[in-house]
T-cell receptor, first 113, second 114 residues
Framework: DAKTTQPNSMESNEEEPVHLPCNHS???????IHWYRQLPSQGPEYVIH???SNVNNRMASLAIAEDRKSSTLILHRATLRDAAVYYC??????????????FGTGTRLTIIP | DAGVIQSPRHEVTEMGQEVTLRCKPI?????LFWYRQTMMRGLELLIY????????DSGMPEDRFSAKMPNASFSTLKIQPSEPRDSAVYFC????????????FGNGTRLTVT
């Protein structure tokens, strides 16, 4: 599996934007970039995914570098409820349906009131 | 949509006992995943099924672990005999069998083996 590298932890002030970086220098052309987050005492939760173009949804935005070797998850206005561990994952799509997601260690995001 | 339902939420058992964890995926989903989470090893994929068929069980730690999916609405993960090092939170997740469909996770079963 191609690897991702994320900072172990980050802090951000409440109501400010948060940029969570992810490096994936060995990404292949068929790897999608997925982001999940895990709130305390809950299972992981899907946030967003993309291939080449930047993506937006109601939770966040995903900015993908032109060479695809890095990406950034953007929370536009952090709230205390966004405090979680954020995982950046590369997912291969094989044509046989869903393939497994391999989670790394993620970034623990702390929101300061 | 009730989400992925796991039972029990908490399980405490003694070493050597059999443990069965249960999962009901979201209706209509045909991929199911079992994960285990510990502080030391993080989230590990144990096994996943497509259309009730096990596709990859390379993450199952040893023969003491077994998983079944007898139908599209139910799966079990069994540990026999259990050991203290099996203590962890076990998550079940399901998704549509469509490329890049998100995984929907349950709230997990916290297993403690004494």
């Amino acid at each position: 599996d191609a690897k991702t590298t994320q900072p172990n932890s980050m802090e951000s002030n409440e109501e400010e934007p948060v940029h969570l970086p992810c490096n994936h220098s060995t990404i292949s052309g068929t790897d999608y970039i997925h982001w999940y987050r895990q709130l305390p005492s809950q299972g992981p939760e899907y946030v967003i995914h993309g291939l080449t173009s930047n993506v937006n949804n109601r939770m966040a935005s995903l900015a993908i570098a032109e060479d695809r070797k890095s990406s950034t998850l953007i929370l536009h206005r952090a709230t205390l409820r966004d405090a979680a561990v954020y995982y950046c994952i590369l997912r291969v799509v094989s044509g046989f349906g869903n393939e497994k997601l391999t989670f790394g260690t993620g970034t623990r995001l702390t929101i300061i009131p | 949509d009730a989400g992925v339902i796991q039972s029990p939420r908490h399980e405490v058992t003694e070493m050597g006992q059999e443990v069965t964890l249960r999962c009901k995926p979201i209706s209509g989903h045909n991929s199911l995943f079992w994960y285990r989470q510990t502080m030391m090893r993080g989230l590990e994929l144990l096994i996943y099924f497509n259309n009730n068929v096990p596709i990859d069980d390379s993450g199952m730690p040893e023969d003491r672990f077994s998983a079944k999916m007898p139908n599209a609405s139910f799966s079990t993960l069994k540990i026999q005999p259990s050991e203290p090092r099996d203590s962890a939170v076990y998550f079940c997740a399901s998704s549509n069998r469509v490329d890049n469909s998100p995984l929907h996770f349950g709230n997990g079963t916290r297993l403690t083996v004494t």
